[in-house]
């Protein structure tokens, strides 16, 4: 009988179910079978989830929503899809697309990777965005940054040719390693200057966070890669 075990997948994230408030709770009630997608094991149809062709962005870890609905309230001929594993963000988010009325935003309460592995079908997304992913910031937790080869293999595989990834960080040390880790894949292009980095594109909201960051001093970086 063998001892071996199953390898473990390194996640990037910690699930936090968090308290939802009442009116949070009250969109995910109401609000998920029109606008979220289920759990599943097939690929989806995104032209079908949205009722047309049109230019396809998905954003992983969008925290509370409110940079992410407003870039969709922003570009009404994109369709946006959202990732969040933290309910309250999701119903926050949910809130936010009828408060607004948005109709070309979806959200998904699950694990990003297994998503685009198992449901995200290749060359279907126009840009993918990652903004201030978990930095995993000491040196033994680095293996779960969800930036690492084998993933930016994937994402390689998800956004068509001549589509973007863009990141945004405001840890410098995770910043050189997302420069580092895309540069060595053959099928990104760096849109960037010398630095390998662009200032931050008007399509992608300047978040409280951030404000509160430059206040203090901190740097943030914006990538920004083209799929060959």
């Avoid at 910690?14 to 009250?26: D, I, K």
């Avoid at 922003?74 to 948005?102: R, S, Y």
């Avoid at 068509?160 to 960080?169: C, I, P, Q, R």
Wanted: aromatic content about 8%; some cysteine; overall charge neutral.
């Amino acid at each position: 009988m063998s001892d071996t075990k199953p390898l473990r997948t390194v996640r990037s994230f910690v699930r936090r179910q968090g308290r939802l408030t009442p009116g949070q709770q009250r969109a995910i009630d109401t609000l998920w079978s029109q606008f979220a997608i289920d759990e599943g094991d097939s690929l989806i149809d995104l032209n079908a989830l949205f009722d047309r062709d049109a230019p396809k962005v998905l954003e992983i870890g969008f925290g509370n929503g409110l940079s992410l609905s407003k870039m969709a309230a922003a570009q009404p001929e994109t369709d946006f899809i959202g990732v969040e594993v933290h309910q309250p963000g999701v119903g926050q988010i949910l809130k936010a697309i009828e408060e607004q009325g948005l109709t070309n935003l979806r959200v998904a309460c699950t694990d990003a990777v297994v998503l685009l592995q198992e449901r995200i079908s290749d060359n279907a997304l126009d840009r993918l965005q990652l903004y201030f992913p978990d930095p995993w910031h000491k040196k033994r937790h680095h293996k779960r940054r969800i930036i690492q080869p084998s993933f930016v293999q994937l994402l390689s595989e998800k956004i068509k040719s001549d589509g973007y990834l863009h990141m945004a960080t405001d840890w410098q040390h995770y910043a050189e390693q997302m420069l580092e880790d895309l540069s060595n894949n053959v099928d990104f292009i760096n849109c960037g200057d010398e630095s390998g980095y662009i200032p931050r594109p008007d399509y992608r909201p300047l978040t409280k966070f951030e404000q509160r960051g430059h206040k203090l001093g901190h740097g943030i970086w914006d990538l920004l890669f083209k799929r060959a």
